[in-house]
């Protein structure tokens, strides 16, 4: 009989031959994390602000704003970091604006900083959206473009160009869309003097949510030693109760650096420890990362210390040390099951959006937590980071909740046959570069999707597609890639390339509106033709309809709350018949209404959520939360106090 441990270790060397770390190794994008090593300074809070309203956005370039404070060319407001600047005003043209804005603030940075020449002094902007210029008293140190993922530059040499100056960060950003950017959009001039005023110009896009700008995540200062742990690479997989961490460490600074790493348990106690930048850490009696609802005890995560050291040119030993945390699992996908830990992985779950009230796609904390818990109180066991990548925070949550999640880029609306030409596809493959290099060593990350709806039954979708997919395995090959469509099975270009088919369907609402008694039928022909084509497990990744809360009707119309329980409840029928055979998973849409631009068919947003957008349950929720938890009793293996009288659950 082989041995068990020499077969995993052979099964993860293999991975990792395969998996191209070098090509993160430029651009490490570690999450920052306070070590002996390593300090971070926030800079959350109030900066000075101001919209370019010149009519051709440029004034702030030809006029240097970077050079002085801001409030020195002219009027500022305080705007708050991280939020979306549209809702903070009273004033529409700053709700409405495109073009470029600017940030500015002066931090003080601790004298040791700068003094210290073995430290590196790292900005970084967790996102802002669209495009981005950063200077450090008046020098640009990055540009970056990208709404949705974070940007750095070491900026020590600035502050050390002259030590008494203080720290000015100065940001502009621009939420101008074009068919080359993730998500694209193009700007229209409308030129009718009769219709129009002077340069009267709006923003197309083809997606369905406020385009939502300005800093939206945490800036921050931090440190590292000169000679520092800039990536870290994980695999995991077990056999026999036995669990193995493939790890690769990426070092810059310097070629001499020794490297040991030690793996530790919950209560602090070291169950493995390796040394160099490459090796496998073998964990006996490994305790799993499970999704939430599935096991006893989800969301178990191991703590990977690397600590790094290298003499400095005088003899001390310089060090920096990184801690990681790590969930040992595996997922796989057969042509009818999705499997985590090697047991079939059922999707009951949500599509969500970053948005909110007043903050827009800002960050925040309350919101966060909350939505946890309302995930966990509906019995949801994963969501889709529709329709681009979140907040690395949230991933953070994920992983220690058990919360599964599909994490999806940016490339939603790629609807022009414009947007399938080169430029595009070499920024999309960028943008999956640094959504990978960001997200590949969450445990709750189980696959990646690289668009939503694209026009993937155009021509140049085959091809687009296929290099997208193929591109993202080979930074990854480790988990399955989707993309999300709605076209018809048989004119579906990128099919054939994804690993699980996700597919979007509004019956009764966009197609056959008010007709509830189609429902079934036409879902059963959806699945069945999907699955006849491309003997691929689905996921329904997203189903639902519009309700404004309050509204009742019986018999239900639409947008009353029974004609959203009723649309779930015919889509479930069908789900609980294929889900014995290849639909692996079901997505609501969505999680909570959230802001849309304006237009006839949206009531101030988008109403499909199960939530309100200030989170407050429509019948909806207690539809699906009776559900998720009568799912989770059949499937999962729970504690008792968590299996959930169905008896108390409240029907509409
Ligand atoms: C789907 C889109 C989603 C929309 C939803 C809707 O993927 O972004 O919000 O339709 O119309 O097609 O509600």
Known sequence: MACPVKHLQLHLILLFALWDVCSM?????????????????????LWSFRADLSPNRNLGFEQAWYKRRLAETGPVLDMPVPASYNDITQDPKLRDFIGWVWYDREVVVPSRWVADKNIRVVLRVGSAHYSSVVWVNGVKVTEHHGGHLPFEAEIGGVLRGDPTAPCRITIAVNNTLTLQTLPPGNIQYLNDPSRYPKGYFVQNTYFDFFNYAGIHRSVLLYTTPQTYVNDIAVVTDF??????????????????????????????????????????????????????????????????????????????????????????RTVKVTSTQFLINNKPFYFHGVNKHEDSDIRGKGFDWPLVVKDFNLMKWLGANSFRTSHYPYDEEILHMCDRHGIVVIDESPGVGIRDIRSFGNASLAHHLDVMGELVTRDKNHPSVVMWSVANEPASEMPPAGLYFETVIAHTKALDPTRPVTY?????????????????????????????????????????????????????????????????????????????????????????????????????????????????????????????????????????????????????????????????????????
């Not at 006996?284 to 290298?310: I, K, S």
């Not at 200030?614 to 499937?635: D, F, H, M, S, V």
Request: with cysteine; aromatic share 12%.
């Open 484 to 652: 999300v469509t709605n076209s018809n099975y048989a004119r579906d270009k990128g099919a054939p390339f994804v690993d699980v088919i996700c597919v979007n369907s509004y019956l009764s609402w966009y197609h056959d509106p008010g007709a509830l008694e189609v429902i079934s039928l036409q879902l059963n022909t959806q699945f069945e033709e999907w699955y006849g084509k491309y003997k691929k497990p689905i996921i329904q990744s997203e189903y639902g309809a519009d309700v404004v809360p309050g509204l009742h009707s019986d018999p239900p119309v639409m947008f009353s709350e029974e004609y959203q329980v009723m649309v779930l409840r015919s889509y479930h029928e069908v789900f609980d018949q294929k889900r014995k055979q290849y639909v692996i998973g079901e997505l609501i849409w969505n999680f909570a209404d959230f802001m849309t631009a304006q237009g006839v068919t949206r009531v101030v947003g988008n109403k499909k959520g199960i939530f309100t957008r200030q989170r407050q349950p429509k019948a909806g929720a207690y539809t699906l939360r009776e559900r998720y938890w009568r799912i989770a009793n059949e499937t999962g293996l729970l504690p008792p106090w968590t299996k959930y009288p169905c008896s108390q659950l409240r029907s509409p």
């Open 239 to 328: 056999a026999d109760g036995l669990g193995a961490i493939a790890y690769d460490v990426a070092v810059s600074g310097s070629s001499n650096a020794s490297l040991k790493v030690t793996l530790t348990d919950g209560e602090g106690r070291c169950v493995a420890a390796a040394t160099g930048p490459k090796g496998v850490l073998k964990v006996v009696d490994a305790t799993l990362w499970w999704p939430y609802l599935m096991h006893e005890r989800p969301g178990f995560l191991y703590n990977m210390e690397v600590c790094l050291q290298v003499a400095s040119a005088r003899g001390e030993v310089l060090e920096d040390r990184y801690t990681l945390p790590v969930g040992i």
């Open 25 to 45: 190794i430029n651009s490490g994008m570690l999450f920052p994390r306070e070590s002996s090593s390593r300090e971070i300074k926030e800079l959350n809070g």
